[in-house]
């Protein structure tokens, strides 16, 4: 195996987000449009399923961060969906409120949201550059 191979990324495995509560960022998520692919209460930890790949949010306790973004800057992570304006609807309804209303960028849409710990996650569409979309 060459240096290069050794190195090359393949992928994403998990994006790592911490929580001050397991079930209640469970909760959270899942009222989001996340489903629960396993749970390992023991470790402190939960997988959420994003799309039909294995890798997805990584929940992870941490003890005493409260309902408070962590004391670190918070990325953004943005996942695709079909239609970012009327996934923001969909938030509404399950009591999962947007940042802000529906920002249109360069490919399509983009409707963000945050934990109660701070993590934001977006949900973008290609819409406007359908060629770059994903397709089932």
Do not use: C
Request: aromatic residues 10%.
């Amino acid at each position: 195996m060459s240096d290069k191979e050794s190195y090359e990324l393949l992928g994403f495995d998990n994006v790592l987000f911490p929580v001050g509560d397991l079930d209640e960022a469970v909760d959270f998520y899942q009222r989001a449009g996340f489903a629960l692919g396993f749970r390992l209460d023991e470790a402190g930890i939960a997988i959420l399923k994003v799309g039909k790949e294995t890798p997805g949010v990584l929940l992870r306790l941490e003890e005493g961060l409260g309902h408070r973004p962590p004391p670190w800057g918070s990325p953004r992570v943005w996942l695709e969906v079909r239609d970012a304006r009327s996934t923001a609807d969909a938030l509404k309804a399950a009591d999962v409120q947007p940042l802000d209303a529906p920002l249109s960028v360069s490919t399509g849409w983009t409707v963000e949201f945050a934990d109660p710990w701070g993590n934001v996650i977006g949900f973008t569409d290609y819409s406007k550059r359908p060629e770059l979309a994903r397709v089932d």
